[in-house]
């Protein structure tokens, strides 16, 4: 179900606070049909919807929704601020974030109704601080440009990129041996969503061998793709160990912390490069920096990290491990999929979600409550 019900009680709308709409029992049927009505009369598409979002998005939010026809007032909070976003979350219909912790509603759901991922990560988002009556959706579009990162850095770390220009801008023009081409390779690929299906047609493009590992390896999802091998995320020691490259595109959750560890690592073939646009715990920390500074692992691009910056402009070092400072590492700050074409498309998908919330329209990708 797209719109959010009482959890344990089927066929029933949300349990009421003062000022909500009560629940009336109806049948099967004509659950969708209610739902919509109780979303209409909520957030009526001619009633002014309030949105909050981060300070960096709002004019790109208010541009977007203004587009999709929603009168509707976009501010801004730094999520840093949390007294300031208890404050203003008292006034607010709709939070446009990656972010939510528990505090953050300090008298039951008040306004609030949704809760837009501006990407496709939810892990920021602590769902057991959110009371009924509060949907979660995320927004994708980002897999073409994730997949033009990971061959980008695929490439310059295959070619040695870093390397040559370090040494040339110091005059050094020595060749050694002939570089390799990613031609007749094998990448890994852990995770087979949306970034993964894209990776592995990216690579019969490039005429690589492709496996990979999945949560679902039994899914009609991933027929088709033209892997070497499948298996699920037990098989990873195995089907990785003949991987030139093990590329991460799993979200964080507590099955997937920590899976690529020392053990896997070890088991690539001497050469290997790992490249992370998942998450980064994903891959452990320790086990990942210690490879690569003891050369067991020929070098790393990694875009999605172990710690994060908690306002604008914070100067911060993005994990324990002083990743910084070893040369066979690419570091972006998490950028793979922030494009101007992903951002297209996702401000477009998150307007048309918050049009949807005010038509009592399906909401779409929802990713709380579960669907039951």
């Given at each position: ?48 919807t ?34 300031g ?23 039951g ?38 997949a033009?990162?990971v ?26 041996r ?37 949560r679902?390896p ?21 089907i ?21 560890g ?14 992370n ?18 050369g ?14 908690e ?62």
């Amino acid at each position: 179900m797209d719109l959010p019900v009482e959890r344990g009680r089927p066929h029933r709308i949300g349990v009421p606070r003062p000022g909500q709409v009560p629940f009336v029992p109806i049948r099967p049927g004509r659950v969708a049909a209610a739902l919509a009505g109780l979303y209409h009369r909520a957030v009526s598409p001619t009633s002014h919807t309030r949105i909050l979002t981060i300070p960096a998005f709002v004019d790109d939010l208010r541009a977007a929704v203004a587009r999709a026809g929603v009168a509707a007032t976009v501010r801004g909070v730094e999520p840093a601020e949390h007294a300031g976003v208890a404050d203003a979350l008292a006034r607010t219909d709709i939070f446009v974030t990656g972010e939510f912790r528990s505090g953050w509603l300090t008298d039951g759901t008040g306004p609030l109704r949704l809760i837009q991922s501006p990407g496709a990560g939810t892990d920021g988002i602590d769902l057991s601080a959110l009371p009924d009556g509060v949907t979660v959706c995320n927004v994708y579009g980002h897999e073409y440009a994730i997949a033009e990162h990971v061959f980008m850095v695929m490439a310059a770390l295959n070619r040695e990129l870093v390397a040559a220009d370090t040494a040339l801008r110091a005059g050094l023009w020595s060749h050694g041996r002939p570089l390799r081409e990613l031609r007749g390779r094998t990448i890994c690929i852990v995770g087979l969503g949306r970034i993964g299906r894209e990776l592995a047609r990216w690579a019969g493009f490039y005429g690589m061998r492709a496996t990979g590992v999945t949560r679902t390896p039994g899914g009609s999802s991933v027929a088709g793709l033209g892997l070497a091998a499948l298996g699920g995320l037990a098989d990873l020691p195995r089907i990785a160990a003949d991987a030139d490259f093990l590329v991460n595109a799993l979200p964080l959750t507590t099955e997937t912390a920590g899976l690529i560890g020392a053990g896997v690592l070890a088991g690539l073939p001497r050469g290997a490069c790992l490249v992370n646009v998942g998450r980064g715990p994903v891959v452990d920390e320790v086990a990942l920096y210690e490879s690569l500074r003891d050369g067991r692992l020929a070098g790393a691009a990694i875009d999605v990290w172990y710690r994060y910056p908690e306002r604008d402009g914070q100067v911060i070092y993005p994990a324990d491990r002083p990743f910084h400072e070893l040369s066979n590492v690419i570091l972006t700050p998490h950028q793979a999929g922030y494009t101007e074409g992903t951002m297209r498309h996702r401000w477009q998908a998150i307007a048309e979600n918050i049009r949807r919330l005010g038509a009592g329209e399906p909401l779409a990708n929802v990713v709380w409550p579960k669907a039951t």
